[in-house]
């Protein structure tokens, strides 16, 4: 079974706030979420992570549900270098397991 | 100069033969990872390993060998290989003692073309 769902495919407008959500139900309490994206066929590149806590760094910032069981990425101002495919990762023991993420397109 | 490298960065081969994608990087990390990606899904983990001693399967690892020969180089082997191992390969590292949660943050490195015919 998934640890994570994510919608296949979201639009953002360049300059508007691109909210990318996250659905991981079954969360145990010690497993973190962790986002990443992946530029064309580059390897994947570290977005952020957290445990409950909200979180923010340079790059974006990441919203945890109370009950931990769905989170929210936030690109604050999509620019068009923003497209990419979008992983949320629920991290298992001593395995990630990336799912097939949401393609985002930043239309100009 | 990349951190994590892998060769070759493309590979065409033939249904049986023997192959070997290699991983070196120089950020000092302790934990390499092999994963696979085929045509839009996500990375699968094939092989993990956390130091030279330590070798872990991973979700997907019937077909495949590794080898940790140094701290720094992390080889992915396909004993026979099949079309259906065709895919993307990443490697990736990650250092040995996580600041928050179960891993840090993993570099992953260009990735491997690997075409099966």
């Known amino acids: 079974d998934a640890k994570t769902t994510q919608p296949p495919s979201m639009d953002c407008a360049e300059g508007r706030a691109a909210n990318l959500p996250c659905n991981h139900s079954?969360?145990?309490?010690?497993?973190?979420v962790y986002w990443y994206r992946q530029i064309h066929s580059q390897g994947p590149q570290y977005i952020i992570h957290?445990?409950?806590n909200n979180e923010t760094n340079e790059m974006a910032s990441l919203i945890i549900t109370e009950d931990r069981k769905s989170s929210t990425l936030i690109l604050p101002h999509a620019t068009l270098r923003d497209t990419a495919v979008y992983y949320c990762?629920?991290?298992?023991?001593?395995?990630?397991?990336f799912g097939t993420g949401t393609s985002l397109t930043v239309i100009p | 100069d990349a951190d994590v490298t892998q060769t070759p960065r493309n590979r065409i081969t033939k249904t049986g033969k023997r192959i070997m994608l290699e991983c070196s990087q120089t950020?000092?990390?302790?934990?390499m990872y092999w994963y696979r990606q085929d045509p839009g899904l996500g990375l699968r983990l094939i092989y993990y390993?956390?130091?030279?001693?330590?070798?872990n399967k991973g979700e997907i690892s019937d077909g495949y060998s590794v080898s940790r020969q140094a701290q720094a180089k992390f080889s992915l082997s396909l004993e026979s290989a099949i079309p259906n191992q065709t895919a993307l390969y990443f490697c990736a590292t990650s250092d040995r003692f996580p600041t928050g949660g179960t891993y840090n943050e993993q570099f992953f490195g260009p990735g491997t073309r690997l075409t099966v015919l």
């Open positions: 990762i629920v991290a298992g023991g001593n395995q990630f397991y």
């Open positions: 079954t969360i145990s309490g010690n497993e973190y």
């Open positions: 950020k000092g990390h302790d934990r």
């Open positions: 390993s956390f130091d030279v001693k330590d070798i």
């Open positions: 957290g445990l409950k």
